[in-house]
């Protein structure tokens, strides 16, 4: 089994892992073993579909023209009498 072993110090972990404060700032080992076939345990995460274009079918092209300062004219005319 191959496998790396390391003696590094922990500040170049802090991006990687998030270490308990009794570890920061002193030199630790590393050790790298491949896991071999995933467990049976681990339930494998289905991608969720996104929202992303799930409404593209109901969009008005006439319209989009519109979309790039409708919200500050929305404002605007709601508040300009003030």
Same mark, same amino acid.
């Given at each position: 089994m191959n496998f790396i072993r390391k003696i590094t110090n922990s500040d170049a972990l802090k991006h990687i892992v998030d270490?308990? %404060?009794n570890l920061r700032n002193q030199d630790v080992e590393l050790i790298i073993l491949p896991i071999g076939d995933p467990s049976p345990f681990k339930q494998a995460i289905p991608a969720s579909p996104t929202a992303k274009g799930a409404l593209k079918q109901?969009?008005?092209l006439d319209l989009i023209q519109y979309e790039q300062d409708a919200w500050e004219k929305g404002v605007q005319e709601k508040h %300009?009498?003030?």
């Open positions: 270490l308990p %404060e109901y969009a008005n %300009e009498h003030r």
